[in-house]
């Protein structure tokens, strides 16, 4: 059937199931926003207030829900406005489709209004892109988009498109989503006998969950191996909510700012089973101490992440549910109680607790209080800084896709617009986002979008009134020279959110909290709780860089 390029992207977004776009006009967009127009009744589009914000609810969709994050944008700084949202998602693994409208072809390389290569600029920070200029191209352009975005290791791809094509008249006949292309394990049967025989000889393993777990969907096989095995388990920051908290085999998250019994007993395991876990430098501070006394046993989808960052006794390259469907059958029942003991012991000796508080407000306190009186189907949102170790190490998780975190990029303001995308994707659960003062400044315009769309999302911001992690490095490391970490600003939150159109409350004391907290819950609508914390609150225990947990820092 005939149709503009620009209606061919909508039906080609309907193939794939999207229902929600978030996103900016302009003028090379204009086309495609005249669709959506027509096709507001199957397609919802978010009006954002900054592209970037955009970008980080798709990209918090995606975390969300497992479905594709899908933005759009007008060329030249709406395009580049997404650059650091779709880093964001490259860097963590999130399958999201960026569309981008272009000048005119006729336009293309002579320094048009508005113009940007914004296929030359993403490409580091994306899965693939397409610079699509021919009519003839657009379909199977945006159609491998959505297959490439989720098969393989998952990520983020960009369409940009000349305004010329989304006008033109093209040809379209739907068809069925490209099937993903699987990777094949190699030597699956073989390769897991071989990990179940060292799975099956030792007697100190650890099973370390990355967030290749929650993309392949297998949680539920990790905890069955566990479960079998009497296996500990430690998560990485991506990893967090593949194991519930209250499983009495976990033991939090690992790396530097994880607790002393996760990174201790990957320290004196005798065998670590990596899943979907690429060895960062903030899990792996110190790459050839890593797990010394360890055999290494790593499964990941990516074959370039194989003896990247950790040399590995052996490995299998290929997606962690189907390893693991052939795995576990070859595993043993055994009884690991007495290493359990032993790390229960480390955990009791050095346990997570913020041990000294300097306000009257405690960080842990906050967050186990909001854990402990929110259903346990909420979905908890961070941006970057203290705030976001602090709701690692204290988040009461219970669910995978519920908690959202940049790890990779470390991208202060992807708090808020993930939040809203998460609550888009999720409008029946609830969604507190913690953010600190100094990342809440990044991106709160988008307050505007949550207001607009009445999202009872609740933000609880850590107010110290200083950049509050690098204020912490300052102090531990620069001799406490404070070089530009204390901004002085006087924002009042709980004006400002009103003046969007918000609640907000502002509270010195966990009573003051409380009682601002049952109101919050009972409020359909945004609202912001301003929380004042001492600034001499750290984020502790912590592994200074290129160190190992014989030098982590207590205090």
């Given amino acids: 059937m005939k149709m503009t390029g620009a209606e061919l992207v909508m039906n080609v977004l309907l193939e794939h199931g999207v229902d929600t776009v978030f996103g900016y006009p302009g003028g090379t967009a204009l086309f495609l926003y005249d669709e959506l127009y027509k096709y507001s009744d199957r397609i919802k589009h978010v009006l954002v207030a900054h592209e970037q914000g955009g970008a980080h609810a798709a990209d918090g969709y ?3 829900t497992g479905k594709t994050g899908v933005a759009f944008s007008t060329s030249g700084p709406g395009a580049t406005n997404l650059v650091t949202g779709i880093a964001t998602a490259y860097m963590d693994s999130i399958p999201t489709v960026f569309i981008t409208a272009n ?3 006729h336009l293309i390389g002579r320094d048009a209004f508005q113009e940007v290569c914004i296929t030359g600029v993403t490409f580091p920070i994306t899965k693939h892109n ?4 021919n009519k003839e191209d657009l379909a199977d352009a945006l159609r491998n988009a959505f297959r490439i975005a989720n098969e393989g290791r998952k990520g983020p791809v960009l369409v940009d498109i000349t305004k010329d094509v989304t006008q033109a008249i093209v040809d379209y006949e739907p068809v069925k989503p490209y099937p993903l292309r699987k990777v094949e394990t190699e030597n699956c049967e073989a390769k897991a006998e071989k990990f179940a025989k060292y799975i099956n000889s030792s007697s100190k393993p650890v099973i370390q969950v990355g967030g290749g777990v929650i993309a392949s969907e297998s949680y539920k096989e990790v905890i069955a191996l566990a479960e079998k095995a009497d296996i500990p388990v430690v998560t990485t920051l991506m990893g967090m909510g593949a194991v519930p908290s209250s499983d009495k085999r976990y033991f939090g998250m690992l790396g530097m700012h994880g607790s002393y019994a996760a990174n201790k007993c990957i320290a004196e395991a005798d065998l670590i089973l990596t899943l979907g876990c690429r060895f960062s430098d903030r899990v792996a501070l110190k790459p050839d101490q890593f797990g010394k006394k360890a055999k290494i046993l790593q499964v990941d989808i990516d074959k370039s992440e194989i003896n990247k960052n ?3 006794t052996d490995c299998i390259i290929g997606d962690c549910k189907d390893v693991l469907d052939v795995l576990i059958p070859m595993v043993n029942e055994a009884d690991h109680s007495q290493w359990l003991a032993q790390i229960n012991k480390w955990n009791e000796e050095k346990p997570m607790k913020v041990k000294e508080c300097y306000g009257k407000m405690n960080p842990q306190e906050i967050i186990e209080y909001i854990c402990d009186n929110t259903d346990k189907e909420t979905i908890y949102v961070t941006d970057v800084g203290q705030h976001q170790m602090w709701a690692a190490q204290y988040v009461k998780q219970t669910k995978p896709r519920n908690f ?3 790890g990779g990029l470390g991208t202060m303001g992807f708090g808020y617009g993930a939040a809203i995308g998460a609550q888009m994707g999720n409008p029946d659960k609830r969604v507190i986002h ?3 003062d100094g990342s809440f400044h990044m991106n709160l315009n988008e307050a505007c979008t949550a207001v ?8 609880v911001i850590f107010n110290n009134r200083v950049l509050g992690m690098v204020y912490q490095w300052q102090t531990a490391f620069y001799g406490q020279r404070y070089s530009n970490t204390t901004p002085e600003r006087k924002t009042d939150f709980v004006k400002l959110i009103e003046a ?9 004391t966990m009573e003051e909290l409380k009682e601002a907290y049952e109101k919050a819950l009972k409020i359909n609508g945004p609202v912001w709780i301003d929380c004042n914390i001492a600034v001499e609150d750290k984020v502790l225990p912590m592994i200074p860089n290129g160190k190992t947990i014989d030098d982590m820092l207590f205090e």
Avoid at 130 to 133: A, K, L
Avoid at 453 to 458: A, C, G
């Fill in 452 to 459: 607009s769309n009445n999202l009872p999302i609740i933000t």
């Fill in 404 to 406: 959202l975190s940049s």
């Fill in 103 to 105: 000048v005119g072809k």
């Fill in 500 to 508: 969007f159109g918000g609640h907000g409350f502002r509270v010195n």
């Fill in 62 to 64: 995606a975390r969300a």
């Fill in 130 to 133: 397409y610079f699509v200029n």
């Fill in 434 to 436: 913690f953010t600190g």
């Fill in 310 to 312: 950790v040399s590995v």
